[in-house]
């Protein structure tokens, strides 16, 4: 499956072939034939799969989300930083995402799943911890769902300028700032003062959070 993706993600769907995969895999094409089927079933398969494993991954991160924070501002930072590169940037969300949006346009179901199964789930997960930290007194927002859209779309956003136009690469530096510069703004927006956060959140926020920020991204 790896060989596949790395064959996938370099030649598009189109120009992928059972041979090259073979070869990549160096394996003979009737083992891939006999395991995985044809072309088709082999790229549904392995669409799956990376689906499955990265929304594994992002649901095992959510469970160390702060949810009884000393220092939010300081603890979301750091969960952000975490998400970020445990996940949203892995090797494997990076080549889903590599995938989604060089076929995307072709197979429009491709980007469905990746909408429906990688940012939705994550930011309805997210969604569900900030919503226990505004009932603890942490944050004041009325919109769950629109604050973790915002969370997600805000330490994104410089990482998706590289996703954008094929550049993954990012120095650890200028991560760690655009996350920080992130959180900051999202607790200026929802922070209400009791999560150790200079927010003055007042629950009306209308950010512009457009939720693109999930494995994927």
């Keep these: 499956m790896t060989a596949a993706m790395r064959v996938f993600v370099r030649d598009g769907y189109s120009g992928a072939s059972i041979e090259t995969i073979a070869a990549e895999a160096a394996v003979s094409k009737q083992t891939i034939y006999n395991h995985l089927g044809d072309k088709q079933c082999l790229f549904e398969s392995l669409i799956d799969e990376n689906f499955d494993r990265v929304n594994a991954q992002q649901f095992a991160m959510i469970e160390t989300f702060p949810d009884r924070p000393a220092n939010l501002m300081a603890e979301l930072t750091a969960f952000a930083g975490d998400l970020m590169r445990g996940c949203l940037m892995d090797e494997r969300a990076r080549a889903l995402r590599a995938l989604v949006q060089a076929e995307g346009s072709r197979r429009p179901e491709i980007a469905r799943q990746w909408r429906q199964r ?27 769902d629109q604050a973790a859209r915002d969370f997600l779309a805000l330490i994104t956003y410089d990482a998706q300028v590289g996703w954008t136009i094929g550049d993954a690469t990012m120095r650890d530096d200028e991560l760690d700032a655009s996350i920080a510069a992130g959180v900051r703004t999202f607790m200026r927006a929802y922070g209400n003062g009791n999560g150790n956060g200079n927010g003055n959140g007042n629950g009306h926020h209308n950010g512009n959070g457009n939720g693109n920020g999930s494995p994927g991204g």
């Design 118 to 144: 990688g940012q939705d789930q994550l930011a309805g997960s997210l969604a569900a911890r900030f919503a226990r930290l505004a009932l603890a007194g942490k944050l004041s927002l009325a919109d769950p």
